[in-house]
């Protein structure tokens, strides 16, 4: 292969198809610095936006018989940064109402206590999100896992908008009674989801 850079991106995802690390490694070059940049902007923390890089790379790596040349793959990997993006900062939204749920309620130790932690809050509201009903489910984790508008969402399902709002509704007030039946704090469901 000749110098790198005098390949498109569309010749350079060709032979990425076919297995070729040197256009991995074109491709690596030509937009981890730009990758980096966008995801520092919106995260403000060096090693989260680093992270991101290597994610958006390893999927590419991993996805490369499947990928189009005849698709924008600036665009491909903006996206596929933007999801990490977005499930790094609601991760960060979900530990943060944990620490903040721990600092009003001190006399729980927050390190030993098996009542309430992270992970079993995470679980908790894994299974909650799972009794949804499929279709309500669906319409949840579009808004809130694929952060889409309740008119993105409506136009995907080919819904209307209202029906979308009642169902989120529906599968707040439902997640919220399931985290309250096995103990977790209102305040704490309100400070995952304001």
Request: proline share 2%; glycine share 4%.
């Amino acid at each position: 292969m000749a110098e790198g850079n005098d390949y498109t991106d569309s010749e350079l995802v060709s032979l990425l198809r076919i297995g070729s690390s040197v256009a991995f490694s074109v491709l690596l070059d030509r937009y981890s610095s730009k990758l980096y940049r966008f995801s520092l902007s919106y995260l403000k923390n060096r090693c989260d936006a680093e992270e991101i890089v290597q994610e958006v790379f390893l999927k590419i790596w991993k996805i490369r018989e499947e990928l189009s040349p005849d698709k924008s793959f600036d665009s491909f990997l903006f996206t596929i940064a933007k999801n990490g993006i977005l499930n790094t900062i609601r991760k960060e939204k979900s530990q943060k109402a944990y620490l903040n749920y721990s600092v009003l309620y001190p006399e729980k130790n927050v390190l030993i206590d098996e009542e309430l932690n992270f992970h079993e809050l995470e679980r908790a509201y894994q299974q909650a999100v799972n009794q949804l009903s499929p279709k309500r489910r669906e319409i949840f984790k579009l808004s809130r896992e694929k952060f889409l508008s309740n008119a993105e969402i409506a136009d995907h399902l080919g819904i209307s908008v209202k029906t979308v709002e009642n169902q989120m509704t529906s599968a707040l007030t439902g997640i919220r009674h399931a985290l309250r039946l096995q103990g977790f704090s209102l305040l704490l469901f309100f400070e995952l989801f304001k």
